[in-house]
């Protein structure tokens, strides 16, 4: 449209103020009427937008003589800015509402089951105690020696002193193979190995599978072992005594008692079996009560040990006379039944998923 | 060992310690007392009464009311033992409010068919005295006054029994006189051997037979046999024997005549078995020790007979054998109550033999267990004294002349003191194995107390005579031992050594830690499964034939060792699918035994692997639960090797060809099978288990199995290089292709990877789509590819032309269509 053929700047003047006056009235409202963010952008665009009403307000504008149109222009942008002010008050309300709203909804029902991120196993309790074991040894200096399961009877029995018709050695004892192997029956073989391969010093632990031909509610035919050994010059007794002090603290806690009563091992002189203070009926002032499992001694019997015999050193090929040293071994099923409180060996080798869930 | 109190207090008079006391002080020495067992402790409340009159119950025949005379005041009690005494013989009353411990009651008044009865007379059964409840225990006339307890009247009715661990080691504690010795060393009070031949009868005129005249011994096997002792009694009267029957009786061994129970108290006083034969029942009046002949059959006095071997050794009459040396008498020669003439029988039998025929005939008696362990050899003669004496005393008769003694076949009068060991002990190598300074001061006395004497003696090192009844002291150290015995190991201090640290010898322990850390990590758990299996079962899951074959099993499921860890994981799965757990993840890490290797030392090579069982549904959150399936098993099997192996390690999965899993993986289903490969190298393999296997295996059910071998593992995982972040942006393709659903996805996946050319970074195939608009036959697979250059931000045009050359090329070789 042509500017000059326009009728008179008045009337120009007069519509346009009359529309902006008619949507200065409007705008809130119809703003406030909006239920959601888009209702509310929707309404600001009908009036901001391209097609929108102040903007063709603003359109005619352009048939104004010049002269009037800057002041309308004012006009015009007042309103501009005034619905767009309008528009983000009303936009941070219906925020502010709607975040009410999502606050104060029904809460997200916790007792549902946990997604959980990754399913973790869980390691056998005799694993457990195995790593444990090794790693307090490990602490006190003392390194893992490998060895096989199936064994030469010299390795496992003759080098051990045991005399040939211990009856730890027959068919009824222990597993022999086809070929006059013997599956080990302790882990003790480590020690002759160890020292038959190496020279003094050494202080190893050996934990392994070890099997004997026994099979009840308290015994089952394979079974695990560490054997723990320290060989070096004036390797004495009270060291023997000093190590165990310390693995019982660091593996049953601090003050826990260590009693050793001599026993008899064919590969140790002097040989003692070792108790710990009751793990089960301890009493804060750190006394034992007396429990049905510790038989109400207070003491309960967790291995053997003892100096190395001079004739398992002379066996493998270590001069007695120079050379001393101490072994110790337990059973870890024990250990794990014990600290556990489980109540048959058998529990152990079942690997049902609902034992082993408990570990 | 069961050791009573009351005759070691005969033995040891000074003894004065509480039986608790005793026990702690021998377990503390290395005797261990297991246990204490109270006999006859009714008998301290129960009182020796005498019959005064009896009369029948009014109502109810065979009860009876008896009065009794408990001094002082009378009672009358109801009574239905068959056996009450005349007027004046002695029973024993429980009074009201005395507990019996070996019936769990405490007397109370009570009504007995209508009569009330203040106490109940009592047999050994209900005092605990022994089994016998045939009816009430009735004493000897006048061996106490009414009134006092029965625990006064007859002393051996309440004692305290020591059961004693004893280690093999130790068979001088297999007998009171050794305990005694023991006991006193540990108390350090002097310990007298009683002198048994003077003690009982011995005083009394021996027969003017001799043994020699009545019995000729001849043995054949000295190696086996290298002392044989023999005495005889003769004019005897075999009688039931009230005077030992309460001792034996604590010690568990049943009192039958007087002349069997000489034979038990003596091995119980000495620790050395004795036998005892009816010197009339012995045919031809000869005695043979020999080996058995092969098939030769014996009935022993269990009542079993016995086929022999050529090992076992024998002792013969004129025509044959009577019993089996050390071990079990036979029945022929039994003493009976019409025995006149005894023949006791003390020997020394090498303690191999006995132990190997004890073992072969499954015989495990008081006798071969002192026999295995080793009797003393010195005292031979002094238990002979002691069999003679204790009979006269309780069964009369005159002891023949002299004494037989074959020692090393040779026959003697007076046998030869078996010669002894000397050992040197060095004051310094006290204190070298001991950690603390023992003088020989302390020492020496220590040594002397439990027998030994001191011959020869320096301020360094003295020699040591030991005693023949301590075959264990061999060496030095076991001298040291003793001396630490007696000490006390509380009189050593705990002292840390400095450790001069050693190094890991093999790398198991440390490999299979990590493995169990990883496994358990991606959710499953530790089954421990055992080492050996069945054949059957390794065939079942096409395991290697068993190398490693055991010679004596526990039975067929265990009778090799296993060449897979497969069977015993799928055991466990058994296992818990009997008790109704359907989902099982388990793993297991352990060896398997395969043939020994060409150069080695002849033992199996032993591999150590970790094995995996999956069944039942995927772990899941509020949905359908789904079943496991292979790529759950792919997932497992390679999420383990990647992480032993390292991030740069090249892990590759293989679908199983049909050859190879004839050859090598015939327990795997045909169709879901697969091979893992690290930088090349196969490690194992894993899959959905073959139906035949789930079958042969009683399954029930499908099982997802994984095995790897961890050794290629074992130095570690290669430490990771630092690559340098991408710093200019990558542009992502998407391409959905259209392929015969028979085609591979990884083949797909290759082509595209090499077709993308360097820049592409990623390939990931993220959807895989059939039916719907898909053709029957056909598949979409949805390839995201990520470009990147490490030089800068790539155009699209070099992006367009990378992934168009991909679009190319799978066409080309897949006859795959964009969709």
Request: charged fraction near 20%; glycine fraction near 8%; hydrophobic fraction near 45%.
């Amino acid at each position: 449209m042509d500017a000059v053929s326009d009728p008179t700047v008045e009337t120009i003047e007069l519509e346009i103020t009359a529309a902006l006056a008619s949507l200065r009235e409007a705008f809130l409202p119809r703003f406030r009427a909006a239920a959601t963010a888009q209702a509310l952008r929707d309404e600001n665009a009908k009036i901001l937008g391209k097609k929108g009403e102040l903007t063709a307000i603003l359109k005619l504008l352009g048939k104004a003589p010049p002269e009037g149109r800057k002041a309308i222009g004012e006009k015009v942008n007042a309103l501009k800015q005034e619905v767009e002010s309008g528009f983000e008050s009303c936009l941070s309300n219906l925020r502010l509402r709607e975040r009410e709203a999502e606050l104060s909804a029904p809460p997200f029902d916790l007792t549902l089951p946990a997604r959980v991120p990754a399913q973790v196993g869980h390691k056998h309790p005799i694993s457990i105690v195995r790593e444990e074991v090794v790693a307090v040894f490990r602490q006190l200096g003392f390194a893992v020696f490998d060895g096989p399961e199936v064994e030469h009877e010299g390795n496992n029995f003759t080098a051990l002193g045991f005399p040939p018709d211990h009856p730890a050695t027959d068919m009824q004892d222990s597993f022999w193979t086809q070929s006059n192997h013997v599956l080990r029956t302790h882990t003790s073989n480590i020690q002759v190995r160890a020292m038959k391969s190496i020279a003094p010093p050494m202080a190893f632990i050996a934990p392994g599978t070890v099997y004997r031909r026994d099979d009840d509610a308290t015994h089952s035919p394979m079974f695990h072992q560490i054997e723990a050994f320290l060989v070096d010059k004036d390797v004495t007794l009270a060291h023997l005594k000093g190590v165990l002090a310390e693995f019982a603290e660091r593996l049953f806690g601090p003050g826990t008692p260590v009693r050793l009563r001599p026993s008899y091992f064919p590969f140790v002189e002097p040989g003692a079996e070792v108790d710990i203070g009751c793990v089960f009926c301890k009493q804060p002032n750190g006394t034992r009560a007396g429990c049905s499992l510790c038989k109400h001694t207070g003491f309960i019997e967790v291995l053997g040990c003892g100096m190395i015999h001079p004739v398992v050193f002379e066996n493998c090929g270590i001069d007695p006379e120079v050379f001393s040293g101490f072994a110790l071994g337990m059973g870890l099923e024990r250990l794990a039944m014990l600290r556990y409180g489980v109540p048959n060996i058998k529990l152990m080798f079942d690997n049902d998923p609902r034992f082993l869930a408990q570990f | 060992m069961k050791a009573s109190y009351r005759w070691l207090r005969e033995l040891v008079p000074q003894l004065t310690a509480s039986t608790t006391d005793l026990a702690a002080r021998l377990t503390s020495a290395g005797l261990e007392v297991e246990g204490l067992i109270e006999f006859g402790l009714a008998s301290e409340a129960c009182l020796v009464v005498r019959v005064v009159s009896c009369r029948p119950h009014p109502t109810k025949s065979g009860l009876r009311l008896v009065t009794v005379d408990r001094g002082g005041s009378q009672q009358e009690v109801v009574c239905g033992a068959p056996n009450v005494p005349d007027l004046g013989g002695l029973v024993v009353l429980a009074p009201l409010g005395v507990y019996l411990p070996a019936k769990n009651v405490t007397i109370a008044k009570r009504a007995i068919a209508g009569v009330e009865s203040e106490g109940m007379l009592c047999s050994e059964d209900e005092l605990g005295l022994g089994d016998d409840h045939d009816g009430i225990l009735v004493l000897a006339p006048d061996c106490a006054t009414p009134g006092t307890t029965l625990a006064a009247a007859v002393p051996a009715a309440r004692d305290t029994v020591f059961e004693i661990n004893l280690t093999p080691n130790r068979p001088d504690g297999l007998g009171h006189i050794g305990l005694a010795r023991e006991i006193a060393a540990l108390y350090n009070f002097p310990f007298v051997l009683p002198d048994f031949a003077t003690a009982g009868g011995m005083e009394r005129a021996p027969s003017a037979l001799s043994v020699r005249d009545l019995v000729t011994i001849v043995v054949e096997d000295a190696e086996r046999c290298p002392h044989y002792g023999a005495a005889a009694v003769v004019d005897i009267a075999v009688t039931a024997s009230p005077s030992t029957r309460y001792r034996l009786q604590a010690l568990g061994v049943r009192s039958i005549s007087n002349v069997v129970d000489v034979t038990n108290l003596v091995m119980l006083a000495w620790g050395h078995p004795l036998h005892a034969f009816d010197l009339d029942r012995v045919r031809g009046n000869t005695i043979v020790v020999r080996r058995a002949n092969d098939g030769e059959k014996l009935t022993t006095l269990d009542g079993v007979t016995r086929e022999l071997v050529s090992d076992d050794l024998l002792i013969c009459d004129g025509q044959g054998p009577v019993a089996l040396a050390g071990v079990m008498g036979g029945a022929s020669s039994e003493i009976h109550e019409g025995t006149k003439r005894v023949l006791f029988e003390v020997a020394c039998f090498d303690p191999r033999g006995v132990r190997r025929t004890a073992r072969r005939h499954g015989l495990h008696t008081e006798s071969s267990h002192r026999f295995e362990r080793g009797v003393d050899p010195g005292d031979v003669e002094s238990v002979l004294d002691h069999a003679v004496g204790l009979t006269v005393a309780l069964a009369g008769g005159q002891p023949a002349a002299g004494r037989i003694h074959v020692q090393h076949a040779h026959s003697c009068a007076v046998p030869a003191p078996p010669a002894k060991r000397i050992l040197t002990l060095r004051v310094a190598r006290l204190r070298a194995l001991l950690g603390v300074d023992v003088p020989f001061d302390e020492a020496i006395p220590i040594l002397e107390r439990l027998g030994c004497s001191v011959v020869a003696k320096s301020s360094i090192s003295c020699d040591v005579l030991v005693p023949t009844h301590r075959p264990d002291l061999t060496r030095e150290v076991d001298l040291i031992e003793e001396v630490l015995r007696v000490r006390g190991l509380d009189s050593v201090p705990a002292q840390l050594p400095a450790i001069r640290a050693s190094r890991d010898v093999g790398g198991r322990e440390e490999l299979a830690r990590r493995a169990r850390e990883i496994a358990v990590s991606v959710g499953l758990s530790e089954a421990i499964t055992y080492g050996f299996t069945s054949a059957r079962a390794l065939e079942a899951v096409g395991a290697p034939k068993p190398t490693v074959l055991l010679r004596n099993p526990l039975g067929e499921h265990h009778a090799v060792m296993r060449t897979s860890l497969l069977p015993g994981l799928l055991d466990a799965v058994a296992h818990a699918r009997r008790h109704f757990e359907r989902d099982v993840r388990e793993f297991t890490i352990g060896q398997v035994f395969l043939a020994a290797a060409p150069s080695g030392d002849g033992l199996p090579t032993e591999q150590l692997r970790i094995g995996v069982v999956l069944a039942g549904d995927r772990p899941g959150w509020l949905e359908k639960p789904q079943p496991l399936d292979v790529w759950d098993a792919k997932g497992y099997a390679v999420g383990l090797t990647e992480r032993l192996a390292g991030a740069s390690a090249l892990v590759q999965v293989e679908p199983a060809t049909r050859d190879e899993l004839t050859e090598i993986a015939s327990h795997l289903h045909p169709r879901g099978a697969a091979f893992v490969h690290v930088n090349g190298r196969r490690i194992g393999a894993f899959g959905l288990l073959h139906p035949d296997a789930v079958a042969a295996l009683a399954l029930d059910g499908d099982v997802l199995v994984v095995e790897l071998t961890l050794e290629s593992f074992a130095e570690g995982i290669p430490i990771p290089q630092y690559a340098a972040i991408p710093r200019f942006p990558a542009s992502t393709r998407d391409v959905a292709l259209l392929v015969r659903d028979a085609v591979m996805a990884g083949e797909v996946e290759s082509a595209v990877r090499a077709a993308a050319g360097p820049l592409a970074e990623r390939v990931r195939l993220f959807d895989r789509f059939t039916g719907g608009h898909v053709a029957a036959g056909f598949a979409s697979l949805a390839f995201r590819v990520v470009y990147r250059a490490s030089s800068g931000t790539l155009t699209d045009a070099e992006v367009d032309a990378a992934h168009a050359n991909v679009v190319k090329v799978v066409g080309e070789r897949f006859g795959a269509k964009l969709r």
